[in-house]
T-cell receptor, first 114, second 114 residues
Protein backbone atom coordinates (compact mmCIF):
# COMPACT_ATOMS: atom_id res chain seq x y z
CA UNK A 1 0.00 0.00 0.00
CA UNK A 2 1.09 3.52 -0.75
CA UNK A 3 1.80 5.43 2.37
CA UNK A 4 1.95 9.18 2.67
CA UNK A 5 2.94 10.45 6.08
CA UNK A 6 2.92 13.96 7.47
CA UNK A 7 5.19 15.01 10.29
CA UNK A 8 2.48 16.28 12.64
CA UNK A 9 -1.26 15.77 13.02
CA UNK A 10 -1.68 18.94 15.10
CA UNK A 11 0.54 21.98 15.30
CA UNK A 12 0.19 25.26 17.19
CA UNK A 13 2.45 28.17 16.24
CA UNK A 14 2.66 31.87 16.95
CA UNK A 15 2.29 34.68 14.46
CA UNK A 16 5.58 35.43 12.72
CA UNK A 17 7.12 32.01 13.34
CA UNK A 18 8.66 30.03 10.50
CA UNK A 19 6.76 26.77 10.13
CA UNK A 20 7.84 23.58 8.39
CA UNK A 21 5.36 20.90 7.36
CA UNK A 22 6.96 17.69 6.17
CA UNK A 23 5.51 15.05 3.89
CA UNK A 24 7.05 11.71 2.96
CA UNK A 25 5.81 9.09 0.51
CA UNK A 26 7.16 5.58 0.14
CA UNK A 27 6.08 4.58 -3.38
CA UNK A 28 8.60 6.39 -5.56
CA UNK A 29 5.96 8.77 -6.91
CA UNK A 30 7.12 11.59 -9.14
CA UNK A 31 4.37 14.07 -8.26
CA UNK A 32 3.73 15.58 -4.87
CA UNK A 33 1.18 18.19 -3.84
CA UNK A 34 0.31 20.48 -0.94
CA UNK A 35 -3.29 21.57 -0.38
CA UNK A 36 -5.04 23.54 2.27
CA UNK A 37 -8.58 22.69 3.20
CA UNK A 38 -11.03 25.15 4.73
CA UNK A 39 -14.76 24.68 5.42
CA UNK A 40 -16.85 25.58 2.38
CA UNK A 41 -13.80 26.11 0.18
CA UNK A 42 -12.81 22.51 -0.47
CA UNK A 43 -9.20 21.70 -1.35
CA UNK A 44 -7.05 24.46 -2.74
CA UNK A 45 -3.71 23.68 -4.29
CA UNK A 46 -0.78 25.59 -2.82
CA UNK A 47 2.21 24.10 -4.64
CA UNK A 48 3.09 20.94 -6.48
CA UNK A 49 6.24 19.25 -7.65
CA UNK A 50 6.69 16.82 -10.53
CA UNK A 51 10.34 16.06 -9.93
CA UNK A 52 13.15 16.59 -7.46
CA UNK A 53 14.02 20.27 -7.12
CA UNK A 54 11.11 21.19 -9.39
CA UNK A 55 8.14 23.13 -8.11
CA UNK A 56 5.12 24.86 -9.55
CA UNK A 57 2.74 27.34 -7.98
CA UNK A 58 -0.80 26.27 -7.44
CA UNK A 59 -3.83 28.44 -6.90
CA UNK A 60 -2.83 30.03 -3.57
CA UNK A 61 0.99 30.12 -3.23
CA UNK A 62 1.21 33.48 -1.46
CA UNK A 63 2.82 33.21 1.93
CA UNK A 64 4.15 29.72 1.27
CA UNK A 65 7.23 28.13 -0.21
CA UNK A 66 8.22 24.50 -0.78
CA UNK A 67 11.30 22.36 -0.96
CA UNK A 68 11.89 19.01 -2.64
CA UNK A 69 15.48 17.90 -2.22
CA UNK A 70 14.67 14.18 -2.34
CA UNK A 71 12.05 12.37 -4.37
CA UNK A 72 10.21 11.02 -1.37
CA UNK A 73 10.03 14.23 0.66
CA UNK A 74 8.11 17.46 0.00
CA UNK A 75 8.17 20.24 2.56
CA UNK A 76 5.83 23.17 2.91
CA UNK A 77 7.25 26.27 4.53
CA UNK A 78 5.36 29.17 6.01
CA UNK A 79 8.00 31.88 6.09
CA UNK A 80 6.18 34.03 8.63
CA UNK A 81 3.01 32.41 9.89
CA UNK A 82 -0.14 34.48 10.10
CA UNK A 83 -3.51 33.78 11.67
CA UNK A 84 -5.16 33.45 8.25
CA UNK A 85 -2.96 30.43 7.61
CA UNK A 86 -4.77 28.50 10.31
CA UNK A 87 -6.09 25.54 8.35
CA UNK A 88 -5.90 21.83 7.58
CA UNK A 89 -2.95 21.04 5.32
CA UNK A 90 -3.02 17.92 3.17
CA UNK A 91 -0.13 16.38 1.29
CA UNK A 92 -0.64 14.01 -1.64
CA UNK A 93 1.46 12.09 -4.14
CA UNK A 94 0.87 10.41 -7.50
CA UNK A 95 2.70 8.61 -10.26
CA UNK A 96 3.69 10.71 -13.22
CA UNK A 97 0.78 11.03 -15.60
CA UNK A 98 -0.33 13.30 -18.35
CA UNK A 99 -4.04 13.03 -17.60
CA UNK A 100 -4.11 13.25 -13.86
CA UNK A 101 -3.39 10.11 -11.91
CA UNK A 102 -4.93 9.00 -8.66
CA UNK A 103 -3.56 11.01 -5.77
CA UNK A 104 -2.77 9.36 -2.45
CA UNK A 105 -3.27 11.54 0.58
CA UNK A 106 -1.64 11.82 3.96
CA UNK A 107 -3.71 12.18 7.15
CA UNK A 108 -3.37 15.96 7.24
CA UNK A 109 -1.85 18.49 9.62
CA UNK A 110 -4.18 20.81 11.46
CA UNK A 111 -2.24 24.02 11.96
CA UNK A 112 -3.35 26.73 14.36
CA UNK A 113 -1.57 30.08 14.29
CA UNK A 114 -2.13 32.22 17.37
CA UNK B 1 -10.76 26.06 -17.68
CA UNK B 2 -11.70 22.82 -16.03
CA UNK B 3 -14.11 22.94 -13.11
CA UNK B 4 -16.06 20.61 -10.88
CA UNK B 5 -19.39 21.40 -9.25
CA UNK B 6 -20.97 19.51 -6.40
CA UNK B 7 -24.37 21.18 -6.08
CA UNK B 8 -25.22 19.78 -2.65
CA UNK B 9 -23.25 21.10 0.29
CA UNK B 10 -24.94 18.86 2.85
CA UNK B 11 -27.21 15.83 2.49
CA UNK B 12 -28.95 13.82 5.21
CA UNK B 13 -30.25 10.33 4.53
CA UNK B 14 -31.67 7.62 6.76
CA UNK B 15 -29.66 4.50 7.38
CA UNK B 16 -30.64 1.87 4.82
CA UNK B 17 -31.86 4.42 2.28
CA UNK B 18 -30.28 4.87 -1.12
CA UNK B 19 -27.84 7.66 -1.82
CA UNK B 20 -26.90 9.71 -4.85
CA UNK B 21 -24.30 12.48 -4.71
CA UNK B 22 -24.10 14.74 -7.71
CA UNK B 23 -21.02 15.87 -9.57
CA UNK B 24 -20.84 17.95 -12.74
CA UNK B 25 -17.63 18.83 -14.52
CA UNK B 26 -16.54 21.18 -17.22
CA UNK B 27 -13.84 19.86 -19.55
CA UNK B 28 -13.45 19.86 -23.31
CA UNK B 29 -12.45 16.23 -23.76
CA UNK B 30 -13.07 13.00 -21.89
CA UNK B 31 -11.80 13.60 -18.40
CA UNK B 32 -10.40 11.29 -15.78
CA UNK B 33 -12.87 11.34 -12.89
CA UNK B 34 -12.50 10.44 -9.24
CA UNK B 35 -14.56 10.22 -6.07
CA UNK B 36 -12.83 10.53 -2.70
CA UNK B 37 -14.18 10.21 0.83
CA UNK B 38 -12.89 12.00 3.90
CA UNK B 39 -13.80 10.90 7.40
CA UNK B 40 -13.58 13.59 10.10
CA UNK B 41 -10.00 14.61 10.85
CA UNK B 42 -8.58 12.29 8.19
CA UNK B 43 -7.04 12.51 4.76
CA UNK B 44 -8.86 11.62 1.56
CA UNK B 45 -9.37 8.03 0.45
CA UNK B 46 -10.14 7.04 -3.13
CA UNK B 47 -13.56 5.41 -3.60
CA UNK B 48 -13.44 4.89 -7.36
CA UNK B 49 -12.14 6.32 -10.61
CA UNK B 50 -13.09 6.46 -14.27
CA UNK B 51 -10.51 6.61 -17.03
CA UNK B 52 -12.25 4.97 -20.00
CA UNK B 53 -14.41 2.02 -20.99
CA UNK B 54 -17.52 0.97 -19.11
CA UNK B 55 -19.29 4.09 -17.90
CA UNK B 56 -20.53 2.41 -14.72
CA UNK B 57 -17.67 2.10 -12.28
CA UNK B 58 -17.62 0.03 -9.11
CA UNK B 59 -15.66 1.17 -6.11
CA UNK B 60 -14.92 0.25 -2.55
CA UNK B 61 -17.45 0.14 0.31
CA UNK B 62 -20.33 -0.67 -2.06
CA UNK B 63 -20.19 2.60 -3.99
CA UNK B 64 -20.61 3.01 -7.73
CA UNK B 65 -20.61 5.95 -10.11
CA UNK B 66 -21.83 6.49 -13.64
CA UNK B 67 -20.14 8.67 -16.22
CA UNK B 68 -22.66 10.44 -18.47
CA UNK B 69 -20.89 12.39 -21.18
CA UNK B 70 -24.09 14.06 -22.44
CA UNK B 71 -24.77 15.49 -19.00
CA UNK B 72 -21.13 16.09 -18.01
CA UNK B 73 -21.89 14.22 -14.82
CA UNK B 74 -20.28 11.59 -12.65
CA UNK B 75 -22.77 10.90 -9.85
CA UNK B 76 -21.92 8.64 -6.94
CA UNK B 77 -24.48 6.10 -5.73
CA UNK B 78 -24.97 3.56 -3.01
CA UNK B 79 -28.10 1.40 -2.72
CA UNK B 80 -28.17 1.21 1.08
CA UNK B 81 -26.34 3.67 3.31
CA UNK B 82 -24.67 2.62 6.56
CA UNK B 83 -24.04 4.91 9.52
CA UNK B 84 -20.30 4.57 8.87
CA UNK B 85 -20.75 6.27 5.49
CA UNK B 86 -21.19 9.63 7.23
CA UNK B 87 -18.28 11.67 5.87
CA UNK B 88 -17.44 14.31 3.31
CA UNK B 89 -17.27 13.29 -0.34
CA UNK B 90 -15.21 14.98 -3.02
CA UNK B 91 -15.46 14.66 -6.77
CA UNK B 92 -12.33 15.44 -8.80
CA UNK B 93 -11.35 15.68 -12.46
CA UNK B 94 -7.96 15.16 -14.05
CA UNK B 95 -7.08 17.38 -16.96
CA UNK B 96 -4.82 16.87 -19.96
CA UNK B 97 -1.42 18.42 -19.59
CA UNK B 98 -1.95 19.18 -15.94
CA UNK B 99 1.10 17.25 -14.72
CA UNK B 100 -0.99 15.09 -12.49
CA UNK B 101 -3.10 17.88 -11.04
CA UNK B 102 -6.67 17.20 -10.05
CA UNK B 103 -9.43 19.77 -9.80
CA UNK B 104 -11.61 19.12 -6.76
CA UNK B 105 -15.20 20.05 -6.08
CA UNK B 106 -16.00 21.75 -2.81
CA UNK B 107 -17.39 18.57 -1.31
CA UNK B 108 -20.71 17.21 -0.07
CA UNK B 109 -21.10 16.40 3.59
CA UNK B 110 -23.21 13.31 4.21
CA UNK B 111 -25.07 12.81 7.49
CA UNK B 112 -26.82 9.52 8.24
CA UNK B 113 -29.90 9.36 10.46
CA UNK B 114 -30.41 6.20 12.53
Amino acid sequence: DVKVTQSSRYLVKRTGEKVFLECVQDMDHENMFWYRQDPGLGLRLIYFSYDVKMKEKGDIPEGYSVSREKKERFSLILESASTNQTSMYLCASSLSGVFGDEQFFGPGTRLTVL
Amino acid sequence: AQSVTQPDIHITVSEGASLELRCNYSYGATPYLFWYVQSPGQGLQLLLKYFSGDTLVQGIKGFEAEFKRSQSSFNLRKPSVHWSDAAEYFCAVGARGSQGNLIFGKGTKLSVKP
